[in-house]
């Protein structure tokens, strides 16, 4: 069955730390996305990134990366230098091809703190 | 470019009246879904709409229903509203249903006493 594993339920980090949010899923489908969303206290999901299962590369934007490892299934976020205007709730989410792929499903979330 | 719209951002509901949640996707997107999050039970995908088509549901009772009209503008209604109804509904659009990068509104805060 699909589901998505955010094991961290909290992180709580110092400004200028790097931190790295793991992201476990499960699927039977060989044609899948996976995304992350930032939520912060207002409750707009802000999309991040999206990857496709064919596409194993990882990815840098700016502060942050991200490391997609279909031998282990897992999608992680590193944000590097964090800054306190980080703090929010980050989520991973799976769509898939036998889902019809809008059907996100996602993980608890962790909550990321940043303190100055 | 706009993003998705929500209306109403915040209401109050007494147990067993109903309410209508509107959703405007961002221009051009013709997929709407929508999800529930509430602290126990979080994200929830509720259904999703194309061409003015239910193409999913998730696993939630009847009083939750929703609909899409010509200009892919959505709504969803909650029927005989319990307690448990309380949540944040998000609505969120895509170009297509075929993996395009979803994006999500603000949200509706839902709170029924």
């Known amino acids: 069955a699909q589901k998505v594993t955010q094991a961290q339920t909290e992180i709580s980090v110092v400004e200028k730390e790097d931190v790295t949010l793991d992201c476990v899923y499960e699927t039977r489908d060989t044609t899948y996305y996976l995304f992350w969303y930032k939520q912060p206290p207002s409750g707009e999901l802000v999309f991040l990134i999206r990857r496709n299962s064919f596409d194993e590369q990882n990815e840098i934007s700016g502060r942050y990366s991200w490391n997609f490892q279909k031998s282990t299934s897992s999608f992680n976020f590193t944000i590097t230098a964090s800054q306190v205007v980080d703090s929010a709730v980050y989520f991973c989410?799976?769509?898939?091809?036998?889902?019809?792929?809008?059907?996100?499903?996602f993980g608890a979330g962790t909550r990321l703190a940043v303190h100055p | 470019k706009a993003g998705v719209t929500q209306t109403p951002r915040y209401l109050i509901k007494t147990r067993g009246q109903q309410v209508t949640l509107s959703c405007s996707p961002i221009?051009?997107?013709?997929?709407v879904s929508w999800y529930q999050q509430t602290p126990g039970q979080g994200l929830q995908f509720l259904f999703e709409?194309?061409?003015?088509?239910?193409?999913n549901k998730g696993n939630f009772p009847g009083r939750f229903s929703g609909r899409q009209f010509s200009n892919s503008r959505s709504e969803m209604n909650v029927s005989t509203l319990e307690l448990g109804d309380s949540a944040l509904y998000l609505c969120?659009?895509?170009?297509?249903?075929?993996?395009?990068?979803?994006?999500f509104g603000e949200g509706s805060w839902l709170t029924v006493v």
């Open positions: 989410a799976l769509s898939e091809e036998a889902g019809g792929y809008n059907k996100l499903i």
């Open positions: 709409y194309f061409s003015e088509t239910q193409r």
């Open positions: 221009s051009g997107h013709r997929s």
């Open positions: 969120a659009s895509s170009l297509l249903p075929s993996g395009n990068t979803i994006y």
